[in-house]
């Protein structure tokens, strides 16, 4: 049973955590052992899709695709920090602080708080950069995203709520900022590659 005090969680979030907490200490080990280590392993495999779907553009690329490749790994560390400024405002207590059971194997520490999910902050502006970059490939990311983000919620470490609105703060600040500064910076790399074919060659 769930002690924490709600007073500031919405009544569904709280009985979601509350099903889904359940279903995950009632699931077979080989699943708790997966969901353990899938919780953090999803935003490495994430963060090889992006450079997967990053590296062409940045390689071969023209100055607009090369932009949206240097800019969206920017976009995406911006969403964290967006993220952890919130959670100083919010002082949200992590739903599993007086839980009975949970998959993880240890609660955050008190002061780590809960509300947005940094995890499903990184995942969400991962899957969007990835996106942006390779529509093949961000049709790989977006669902790996809401599975790890759920997968917070599964371990018991979060509330509903909390991955939901990390989600959409990642994928909000990443699109936002990529669209944004990727048109002046591909207008940079355009004039500075212009520089650079007009210096004279030295014999």
Same mark, same amino acid.
């Given at each position: 049973?769930?002690?924490?005090?709600?007073? $500031?969680?919405?009544?569904?979030?709280?009985?979601?955590?509350? $099903? !889904?907490?359940? *279903?995950?200490? $009632?699931?077979?080990?080989?699943?708790?052992?997966?969901?353990?280590? @899938?919780?953090?392993?999803?935003?490495?495999?994430? &963060?090889?899709? @992006?450079?997967?779907?990053?590296?062409?553009?940045?390689?071969?690329?023209?100055? %607009?695709?090369?932009?949206?490749?240097?800019?969206? /790994?920017?976009?995406?560390?911006?969403?964290?920090?967006?993220?952890?400024?919130?959670?100083?405002? @919010?002082? =949200?207590?992590?739903?599993?602080?007086?839980? *009975?059971?949970?998959?993880? %194997? =240890?609660?955050? /520490?008190?002061?780590?708080?809960?509300?947005?999910?940094?995890?499903?902050? !990184?995942?969400?502006?991962?899957? *969007?950069?990835?996106? +942006?970059?390779?529509?093949?490939? &961000?049709?790989?990311? *977006?669902?790996?995203? +809401?599975?790890?983000?759920?997968?917070?919620?599964?371990?018991?470490?979060?509330?509903?709520?909390?991955? %939901?609105? &990390?989600?959409?703060?990642?994928?909000?600040?990443?699109?936002?900022?990529? +669209?944004?500064?990727?048109?002046?910076?591909? $207008?940079?790399?355009?004039?500075?590659?212009?520089?650079?074919?007009?210096?004279?060659?030295? &014999?």
């Amino acid at each position: 049973m769930i002690q924490a005090d709600t007073t $500031d969680v919405p009544d569904i979030s709280v009985e979601w955590y509350r $099903d !889904i907490v359940d *279903v995950a200490s $009632d699931s077979p080990t080989p699943v708790q052992w997966f969901a353990g280590h @899938f919780t953090e392993g999803a935003i490495l495999l994430l &963060g090889a899709l @992006f450079l997967l779907a990053a590296a062409p553009r940045l390689l071969r690329g023209g100055p %607009a695709e090369r932009a949206v490749a240097l800019v969206t /790994p920017v976009a995406v560390v911006l969403s964290y920090g967006c993220s952890e400024g919130l959670k100083t405002v @919010f002082d =949200q207590d992590r739903p599993c602080r007086d839980a *009975v059971r949970i998959v993880a %194997a =240890q609660c955050p /520490p008190a002061g780590d708080w809960s509300f947005p999910s940094n995890h499903a902050t !990184i995942a969400g502006a991962l899957a *969007v950069a990835t996106l +942006l970059c390779s529509r093949r490939l &961000g049709l790989l990311a *977006v669902p790996l995203a +809401l599975l790890a983000a759920l997968s917070r919620v599964f371990v018991g470490v979060h509330y509903p709520h909390d991955v %939901a609105a &990390g989600l959409l703060l990642g994928a909000a600040v990443t699109l936002t900022v990529t +669209l944004l500064a990727a048109r002046p910076t591909a $207008d940079l790399l355009t004039r500075r590659a212009t520089r650079t074919a007009r210096l004279p060659v030295r &014999g």
